[in-house]
Each structure stands twice: as structure tokens, then as C-alpha cells.
């Protein structure tokens, strides 16, 4: 039940003052900061604003409310790799859809097959994605590196417009390039507006934290891991489309921040007595390579992987656990279960100097 109201919330549901009412009663009995999963849903732009408003007036009527947001649009990616793309509930790549892909490749290039899959109809199919495999408008290439702010004229939609052919024929041929690793990026909430403002707005909200990486569902579909190396180079270095973040305000909205909301006072920052987890970054050299797919899971199961290269040395509780991006083999971290005190008074003074108002 909680993921659902959970999920009618984030999306401005139709019922949305007593599915809030609910979780304000849940979070007073909790003795914990209730958090929620916020989006700017792209059918309703500004219903977040209005769940935004309900969680201010709960916390000023002494609740412990807040949300977490991703930095970046909230998007899918297509590949025949994948779990879906523009033409898997066409008939006729049905009938070779089991195909190992370098025979499905083959296939595809065929000029008959081709035409063939281009003039169908998408089959009956009763989810959600099969509302999504057409809209090139808002249907991106995953480029080298992957631009996750991409510009209205460089939708698969617009391409195919200025060649002057259709969208699905434009992204049928890109889908078999690159030995069939080929993505296309369609973002659904977080990017009504075409840009990444209401991404920065909601990091700049007092009651949200970073969070709803994606990284335990939809292994063939998203890939949201790599968001903090996307805050730390785009947001920080790389934006040239709006504002951009400063570096302390990215590494404490990654460390301080998210520590203190799930009660870890004891890490987040570097001072005497806290736990020293830290990454050290080559910082002019960090990027994001393109997601990939890996078949790393048991019984060879799929899975979207993103790599990034910049970062010198990941310590955990004083001992490197990776050099480069490769393993050292060292395994020092432990379960933690419960909330974490903060560390001696000196130490824990440094933390409350470094909170300006954040939940928690």
C-alpha cells in the first residue's frame, strides 16, 4: 500500500489531499523523517510544486517531512538489447526477437525485413512503455558522451524532420549502429520544459534532498546510478544551458545531506572522529561513459551499467577499496542498521555549523 500512495503522491495524484493526510499521520507516529519521491511529471508540470506545499505546511505544523529528487531528467532507454525500443511490438520483429543480436542485426539489416517492420502496427500490449515507443519528440541518441540536456532540435523527431524522413525509419537505422548497443533516451518527468531548471529548482529546495537513483528495478530500461558523477561534472563544470552549481554545494547535497536524512550523523563530512569515506577525484578528467549492457546477473541476467573515469581513489573508513575505478580487493565496510549518533561534541559541533536547514 505505501508504494502505492508513494507513487500517487510523486505523480500530483487525483486525490491528493487525503492520500497526504495519511502519510502526515504515518510520519508523526513514525519518530522519523518521512521521505517522498517527487517529479515534475510532464502531463502535470506543477504538481509537484503542489506536493511541495503540503510537506512545508506539515513540517510547520511540527511534522518531519521531506523528498528526494533526481538531478537530471527521469528517462527510459531503447535498445534492441533492451527491454523495449520503437519496434518490439511490431509483428515481424516479434518473430526474431529471441535471436542472439548479432542474428538479429542480420535480420534487421535486411532492406525487406526493414520496410516490412516500418509499414506495421505495434500489437496489443497491456503496459505502460507501449505508450512511450513513439514519441520521438521527446526520443534522444545516446551519444559518447551522453548529454543528458539535450536540446528540443536534437529529438529523433526534429532529425528525421530536417532530412526529411520519418522519425521511426530514422530510429530503426540508428538502433544498428554499434554492434546493437545503440540507446535512445526518452526522459518522462523532470524535462517538461525542455531544459534542466526544475531539476535545479527542486535540488535548491530546502525539504529535498538527491535520491531516487534507480538501481534495484528496471535493470533494462533505466540507468540512474550515475547520477552523482553527473551532479559533480555537469552541473558543476559542464552546463552551458543555465546556472550551474558550485562544488561544495554538489559534494554536500551528496554527503552531508542525504547522511543526516536517514539518521547517519556519523559520515558526510571530513572532521576529526567521523567516519572517513571519501572519494578523491581527478576532477578535470571526470566523465560519464554511455550505460551498457552487462550480463553479470545470475543465470546471465541483463543488466544497464555505467562507467565513469576521473575518480583517483574511493577510501572507505580509511582504507582505498578502489584505485582508478578497479578494485583493490579490500572490504572494510560493515551493515549498518539504525541510526548513528554524531561523534564527540568538537566534531558534531562542525556538523551543526554545516546544516543551513536541510531536512533531518
Known sequence: MASCRWRSISRGGHDLDSEFALLERVARGADRTMSLPIAQMHANPDGWRAIMARIEQANARGGRMGAQALPRGIGLLFGLDLSAHPFFLRPSYRQIADLPIAERLARLRDPQLRARILSEQDIAYPFPIAQSIGQFEWMFEVGSPFHYEPLPE??????????????????????????????????????????????????????????????????GLICDASYSTFLLSYWTRDRTRGERLTVPEAIRALCHDTARLVGLEDRGVIATGYNADINIIDYANLQLAPPRVAFDLPEQGRRLTQRASGYVATIVNGTVVYRHGEATGALPGTVVRGRRGAPPAAAARALASASDGKIG
Open 154 to 219: 536534437e529529438s529523433i523527431a526534429a532529425r528525421a524532420l530536417a532530412r526529411g524522413e520519418a522519425a521511426d525509419a530514422l530510429a530503426y537505422d540508428l538502433l544498428l549502429d554499434h554492434g546493437g548497443q545503440a540507446a535512445l533516451y526518452m526522459p518522462f518527468a523532470n524535462y517538461a520544459n525542455r531544459n534542466l531548471d526544475t531539476a535545479l529548482e527542486m535540488f535548491r529546495h530546502p525539504d529535498i534532498v538527491l535520491g531516487l537513483g534507480d538501481g534495484g528495478a528496471h535493470y
